[in-house]
């Protein structure tokens, strides 16, 4: 079986390859960050993989707000959570 494609995108600002097919929502947890940070403070991550939740909300290339876990990785990819 052939080795998977690799991907290179950042992940507020560092540098990080995941496998072609990989959510975003994945490589934020991959990178050991998280989604985003609630209005109190509290640091979030995806709860229920499917759009739903809206807690893997994350900037993706200077789109705000977008659901993470619907959007697989792409090349150059810019994502920044908060």
């Given at each position: 079986m052939p080795d998977q494609a690799k991907i290179n995108?950042?992940?507020n600002g560092?540098?990080?390859t995941v496998a072609s097919g990989t959510t975003v929502a994945?490589?934020?947890l991959?990178?050991?960050m998280t989604t985003r940070t609630s209005i109190v403070g509290e640091?979030?991550?995806p709860l229920c993989g499917m759009g739903i939740?809206?807690?893997c909300r994350?900037?993706?290339n200077g789109v705000a707000q977008r659901r993470t876990c619907q959007?697989?990785?792409e090349p150059g990819m810019d994502v920044r959570t908060s």
């Amino acid at each position: 079986m052939p080795d998977q494609a690799k991907i290179n995108m950042t992940i507020n600002g560092v540098p990080l390859t995941v496998a072609s097919g990989t959510t975003v929502a994945a490589a934020i947890l991959m990178a050991g960050m998280t989604t985003r940070t609630s209005i109190v403070g509290e640091p979030r991550a995806p709860l229920c993989g499917m759009g739903i939740c809206f807690e893997c909300r994350s900037t993706v290339n200077g789109v705000a707000q977008r659901r993470t876990c619907q959007i697989l990785c792409e090349p150059g990819m810019d994502v920044r959570t908060s």
